[in-house]
């Protein structure tokens, strides 16, 4: 504890949170990255041309690899609420730092202005750039800790330049895997936004993507033709400013859809826009869906790029695919205007999309999804009758080897739709809880939506953060009892190597060793969780303060100011047995929820100490329903001491956490009758969700 005012966490943890496959959580990568942004203090620069070429050497926001490795060594950001202070620090080795730049590159949040086409990082002396992925990726990490309305820290330039472009989708995630939670309603929608409000063809002649009024965050102000190159750039962002720009963004999304539906002529020869309005990230062969480029999209409003018109070879005869796309152009999408940090799990998205029947193979018909140039793919009739795109002129010619129709406009593809659409039953919403709401992937991802258009998204980031403090309690609470029985398993293991002459107790006591090692990880991690929701909703001067009971935030906030000694005060151990007995009973999984498994390569390995505390978790989650066991390889005998560490040291923390779950689980309460009485209603009758042309789900 510092400072009078100023509550700190009396705790630090010192490790990452892996998932079983041994993969970073994508909340902590993201977090990485974003303060190493913030650290490295990255700064416009006006280009230089060399004499004896056309190149620029210097590049806006830009830093080497070296430099990277240097500050991720040492990564500290503190932000101060008035009342509470949130310390983001990591420390991280150089062999480390440069698995992490790897992750990042291949992800999408950086790409190296000197060679769009580089694949890997090779060199320390390499620049990198943020992408629009990655601006947007920090742009929410400043939304998460309400850092616009902290006014000792300076907001990161580039979040007010036309590097952030791009309106990011975001994907919600299982708190213990960490894979993304979808369903069949959550698909198609994403595969609404993926396709965008109208087939958009690629063309060497087409010009940028308009960044005007659509992801552009920089052009929000009366003088937009000085705003860019003037002084704006040259000193810090002011936090009054960046929440106003925040409201008129939102204006302004609610305008582009009617934007959009006015039709606008093409012309053969493209009118360029004013350079401030031009992204740098353009090129018209880099937007080739073909090219080699590592970033191809800037701005996920106008959908994948489609070929016009292209020549395959099936059973060795040659066949015309009219309006069409590769496997590698769809994966290259989902990872520029997604959240998805793993290759492999944007293939796996994107052949959802053949699974549903949306889209289809003309390659190999048969076959599985390839994300290859090679393979080239059509829309199906189920997939152009759920887009609806508007109509302007429809020629339908039938592909007498294709499976489906192929719908073909001649000259440019604008507008156009299949006429017949499903009847939805709209009606249908009116039986729609706040719980099934909460409990389905794709109507919680549209009623989120709609809260962050209207500015009070802070009641649903509250209610989830919530629900993963009382699933990480949920845990410890097994593994308290899962020592308890490891400990009469001690007494029984004694009894068998007397009479047997078997040494087995050596194995039960790492066996308990690794699971009080577990239990004070995972208490650090509670506490953490704990903590981080009171500086956010519930302190005095929070970013995202809750609109509920007064005396409900005081008894938190005599609690958390509280001070106490984690090394001392011994909890007895039959108070703590009768305190955890119960577990709490949270809302059930929605049935209808899958998950997209995480198989990651290319990761830091974890020793066999994460390992086996690992295991012991996913063991503690299936107590008492199954007989707990645990797989220890290469263990060392470890002597148990006579009074239990666990007991001793974690008692108060513990104590702590058995009164602030107490207080969080009414907070969860208010919040969700708040949603319940106040927004739900809303959003069933805005057109966030009714303008989507999905069935309900059942």
Known sequence: MTGRNNLKPPFTVKSLTRTPLGSIYVSDLKDIFSTLLFQLDLSYKEPKKSIFSLVKKDHNFSFTVSNAIEILGKLNLEINYGSTVTRI???????????????????????????????????????????????????????????????????????????????????ERHSRTDSIIHNVYSDKILFLQVMGRKMNIWSALNGPDSIDGLGNYFNKFEDKSNFLFSDCLNSSLEPSSFFAYLKQRQAEAQNLQKQNDIEIKKEKIWNPLKQDEITPFYHRFYTNPDSDSHVQYYTSNCGLRFFNK??????????????????????????????????????KVASVFLKLGLIENQTEPAGEFIDSKSHIYILTNKGYELLQWPKKIVENIIDPLAKSKSITIEGSSENFEVNSCEDFNCKAAKNISLFSTLHDPGLKYLFRQFLTTNLCSENLNAYDDITDFQRKMSVLKKLLRLKNKAKRDIQNSELMELINDISSSSITDNKIVTIRMAIKKLSEKCLMSGYNIYALYLSDNAPNGLNIDFKLKEGIKELVSSKFDLMMMPLDSKELEHSLVEDRKGFPDCSARQEVNDDIDNVPSKNSLNSSLTTTIKEAEK????????????????????????????????????????????????????????????????????????????
Do not use: W
């Not at 601006?135 to 400043?142: K, M, R, T, Y």
């Open 89 to 171: 620090s990591y420390e991280i080795k150089p062999k480390f730092a440069m698995e992490l730049l790897q992750i990042f590159f291949h992800s999408k949040m950086l790409h190296c202005p000197d060679d769009k086409t580089m694949s890997k990082l090779t060199s320390k002396m390499i620049i990198l750039q943020p992408t629009p992925k990655g601006v947007a990726i920090l742009h929410s990490f400043c939304l998460k800790f309400g850092i616009y309305q902290v006014e000792n820290i300076k907001l990161p330039k580039i979040l007010n330049s036309n590097f952030n472009t791009m309106e990011l989708i975001t994907f």
């Open 310 to 347: 292209r020549i395959i070879k099936v059973n060795g005869k040659e066949k015309s695919v009219y309006h069409c796309f590769s496997g590698k152009a769809i994966v290259q999408f989902l990872m520029d205007c997604t959240d998805i940090i793993y290759y492999n799990k944007a293939v």
């Open 623 to 698: 107590y008492p329903n199954t007989t707990p066991t645990l797989q220890l390889q290469n263990y060392k005998n470890l002597a148990l001491s006579i009074s239990s560490p666990t007991t001793i040291s974690l008692g108060p923390s513990l104590k702590v956490l058995i009164k602030m779950e107490t207080f969080y689980d009414e907070v969860k309460i208010n919040v969700g009758r708040m949603m319940e009485s106040d927004s739900l209603d809303k959003f069933l009758n805005s057109d966030i969700f009714n303008n989507i042309p999905i069935a309900l789900p059942q």
